[in-house]
């Protein structure tokens, strides 16, 4: 069985976590991965079985995919439906499809250089597929042009 020994796993963990620290301005992220990694190296969890299931729980979870998939559908000249589907496996996160369905509408709204939408219809819920349910969302904007300066 291979074994790596702890003084060489930090000497490979500590520089890619002060690399990653240094381009993000967070020197508390060192410390923290520090720490994990010689909690690790003491409870013997840099054993290939460990590491492997960690790779795949990544793989899985894939912290860093969005949280939620935004699909936008023009209807019309005015109106835009919205939806939204959650990963399906999450840490938080629960509450803020309303606030991501706002940000998208404003987003655009901004991008057209239009003065500002309505919300015509929102309603939120869950799809309760297997192995894992996910929340959805879905919801419809009219945009609105200036009337002061309509050719804006």
Known sequence: MFRVPARLALCLIVPAFAGCALLQDHGTKVAAGVGAAIT????????PEFIGGALIAYAIYDPLAPTWDISVTRLDEERVRFDLRMKRLVTGGEGEARQVFIRNAREIAESKGLAGFDVMRFEEGI???RPFARRIASGEVRYLRSRTFPGI
């Open 40 to 47: 690790a190296s003491e409870l013997d969890l840099f054993e």
């Open 127 to 129: 799809d309760s597929t």
